[in-house]
């Protein structure tokens, strides 16, 4: 497998004389303005050298681009069913994840959620969390635009005793205020924060509520009793692709370039961000979808179907096998060091997807003989007495329809079955649990173990929450689906 690390796009040495001369890779757009920056020095290049680039810019762009639907879904499209509402708010959700919940791939249906949209372009935010009881699971994910884990703020890092944390963004220098326990900087200008809270049943639902009332955020002025700082400039927001568009559509590079203006350029990517100009890629980028030639369209497009290619190649090869999976796909931008093929996975199979030392995800698309799982068959999982996932919070099985990834509707509104439910499920003779995976009932006498499939492809994902030592290092391995 190869990562984009290691991809060459050959250019001239007049080309690079152009670059040198012109550092565009170097040029920023201010955060948000709305005026034009003057465009790039153009650069010819071939199109045989343009669908190397579109390649390259579209598996790194991809995370970017994707965020950036989910981010205009949530806090800038009010008709949106699935608008939460304006930036730099907190905005809960006191329910799990059904199947009407699209926006985002892979959704977690244990835990209610909350979210924060942020931007820190005027100043940082203060976070502020709540004391909450030591057996209730809580985390709070940063993500930044290039869909990084950039830290955590939750039971397994800094307790359940409360606190607050400051959030800024990439040009914010000054010192951490009094009272404030920890200082995150995110690499961009607009960042999301993902808090779980963790439910243990229906009737607990309004102890959640209480929980996710007492999750406060506050501009920083606001917090340390100061005038506030003049406000950044409006961002007139443009539409985003729909997934589908996402995949073949060349105005993908146009979002990405809107995207990219509130994504200062890391002093590691600079040589990559000036091949990306060279095709009019980047914050100040004139790529323009209507005004491509006939050939450079192709060679554009052709670029985008490479990137899906070499993911389709990285799935067949290495994650289907097992060789890789979902905690080398999320963490840090030193967790993934330079692993662009890898962070676009992530992004293809669970956005938002928990660094490992959080919870790890390992999931099954075919059964143990190597067979795709489909709702036409039927499939037991099994856990062997003594054998459930080792876990310092808690574990679920949860379905998913293919290929979009989104949860099942079924008759029972079941859509996962995890260790809160432990009590409720039968237990084999010996002990171990046998979990029944197909389409219709299984019986009556079985039905309190039934995860309910679609009638086509799917997949199951087993989550660890917290995992423990066994699960980190491989010692636990988990079931693989058993068609009956």
Same mark, same amino acid.
């Given at each position: 497998?190869s990562?984009?690390?290691g991809t060459?796009?050959?250019?001239?040495?007049?080309a690079?004389?152009?670059?040198?001369?012109?550092?565009?890779?170097?040029?920023?757009?201010?955060?948000?303005s709305?005026?034009?920056?003057?465009?790039?020095?153009?650069?010819?290049?071939?199109p045989?050298?343009?669908?190397?680039?579109?390649?390259?810019a579209?598996?790194?762009?991809?995370?970017?681009?994707?965020?950036?639907?989910?981010?205009?879904?949530y806090f800038?499209?009010k008709? *949106?069913?699935?608008?939460k509402?304006?930036?730099?708010?907190?905005?809960n959700?006191?329910?799990?994840?059904?199947?009407?919940?699209?926006?985002?791939?892979?959704p *977690?249906?244990?835990?209610?959620?909350?979210?924060?949209g942020?931007?820190?372009?005027?100043?940082?935010?203060?976070?502020?969390?709540?004391?909450?009881?030591?057996d209730?699971?809580?985390?709070l994910q940063f993500?930044?635009?290039?869909?990084?884990?950039i830290?955590?703020?939750?039971?397994?890092?800094?307790?359940? !005793?409360?606190?607050k944390?400051?959030l800024?963004?990439?040009? /914010?220098t000054?010192?951490?205020?009094? !009272?404030?326990?920890?200082?995150?900087?995110?690499?961009?200008?607009?960042?999301?924060v993902?808090?779980?809270t963790?439910?243990?049943?229906?009737?607990?639902?309004?102890?959640v509520?209480?929980?996710?009332?007492g999750?406060?955020?506050?501009p920083?002025?606001?917090?340390?009793?100061?005038?506030?700082p003049?406000?950044?400039?409006a961002?007139?927001?443009?539409?985003?692709?729909t997934?589908?568009?996402?995949?073949?559509?060349?105005?993908?590079?146009?979002?990405?370039?809107?995207?990219?203006k509130?994504?200062p350029t890391?002093p590691?990517?600079q040589?990559?961000?000036?091949?990306?100009?060279?095709?009019?890629?980047?914050?100040?980028?004139?790529?323009?979808?209507?005004?491509?030639?006939?050939?450079?369209?192709?060679?554009?497009?052709?670029?985008m179907?490479?990137? /899906?290619?070499?993911?389709?190649?990285?799935?067949?090869?290495?994650?289907?096998?097992?060789?890789?999976g979902?905690?080398?796909?999320?963490?840090?931008?030193a967790?993934?060091?330079g692993?662009?093929?890898?962070?676009?996975?992530?992004?293809?199979?669970?956005?938002?997807? *928990?660094?490992?030392?959080e919870?790890?995800?390992?999931?099954?698309?075919?059964?143990?003989?190597?067979?795709?799982?489909?709702?036409?068959?039927?499939?037991?999982?099994?856990?062997?007495?003594?054998?459930?996932?080792?876990? *310092?919070?808690f574990?679920?099985?949860?379905?998913?329809?293919?290929?979009?990834?989104?949860?099942?509707a079924?008759?029972?509104?079941r859509?996962?079955?995890?260790s809160?439910?432990l009590?409720?499920?039968?237990?084999d003779?010996?002990?171990?649990?046998?979990?029944y995976?197909?389409?219709?009932s299984?019986?009556?006498?079985?039905?309190?173990? /039934?995860l309910?499939?679609?009638?086509?492809?799917?997949?199951?994902v087993?989550?660890?929450? /917290?995992?423990?030592?066994?699960?980190?290092?491989?010692?636990?391995?988990?079931p693989?689906?058993?068609?009956?």
């Open positions: 497998m990562s984009l690390r060459v796009v050959v250019i001239t040495i007049a690079l004389l152009v670059l040198t001369g012109c550092a565009t890779g170097d040029k920023k757009s201010e955060p948000g709305t005026a034009a920056s003057p465009p790039p020095t153009a650069v010819p290049v071939t045989e050298q343009a669908r190397a680039v579109a390649k390259e579209y598996i790194y762009g991809f995370p970017i681009v994707d965020n950036y639907r989910v981010n205009y879904a800038v499209d008709q *949106n069913p699935e608008y509402g304006g930036w730099n708010e907190i905005h959700v006191a329910r799990v994840f059904t199947p009407a919940d699209t926006a985002i791939q892979t *977690n249906s244990d835990t209610p959620y909350s979210s924060v942020a931007d820190l372009r005027a100043e940082p935010l203060v976070l502020t969390v709540p004391p909450i009881e030591q209730r699971y809580y985390s993500v930044d635009g290039y869909t990084y884990n830290a955590y703020v939750g039971s397994r890092t800094t307790g359940n !005793g409360g606190g944390y400051l800024a963004g990439p040009g /914010w000054g010192e951490k205020p009094a !009272g404030i326990d920890e200082v995150i900087q995110s690499d961009t200008d607009l960042a999301l993902l808090y779980r963790q439910l243990f049943g229906p009737s607990d639902l309004d102890n509520k209480k929980i996710q009332a999750y406060q955020v506050a920083l002025s606001v917090y340390l009793n100061q005038p506030s003049a406000p950044a400039p961002i007139d927001f443009v539409p985003p692709l997934p589908d568009q996402q995949k073949t559509s060349p105005q993908f590079f146009e979002i990405l370039n809107f995207a990219l509130f994504a890391v590691a990517e040589e990559m961000r000036a091949r990306f100009a060279t095709i009019g890629i980047g914050p100040d980028g004139d790529f323009d979808a209507d005004k491509l030639s006939p050939d450079m369209r192709t060679a554009i497009e052709g670029g179907a490479d990137a /899906w290619a070499e993911l389709d190649a990285l799935k067949k090869s290495k994650m289907d096998t097992g060789e890789v979902p905690a080398q796909l999320f963490g840090t931008a967790d993934l060091n692993n662009y093929l890898y962070r676009m996975a992530g992004t293809v199979y669970g956005i938002y997807g *928990n660094t490992a030392a919870a790890l995800y390992p999931g099954a698309s075919n059964d143990s003989t190597g067979q795709p799982l489909t709702g036409a068959n039927t499939y037991t999982y099994h856990f062997p007495s003594g054998q459930l996932p080792p876990v *310092n919070a574990w679920s099985l949860t379905m998913y329809e293919l290929p979009q990834s989104a949860l099942v079924n008759p029972i509104d859509y996962l079955v995890n809160p439910m009590p409720s499920l039968v237990k003779p010996d002990g171990g649990i046998t979990l995976v197909q389409n219709a299984p019986g009556a006498d079985k039905e309190s173990n /039934w309910p499939a679609p009638k086509g492809p799917f997949r199951v087993l989550r660890l929450y /917290w995992p423990k030592p066994d699960a980190l290092n491989g010692q636990w391995k988990p693989i689906p058993v068609r009956t």
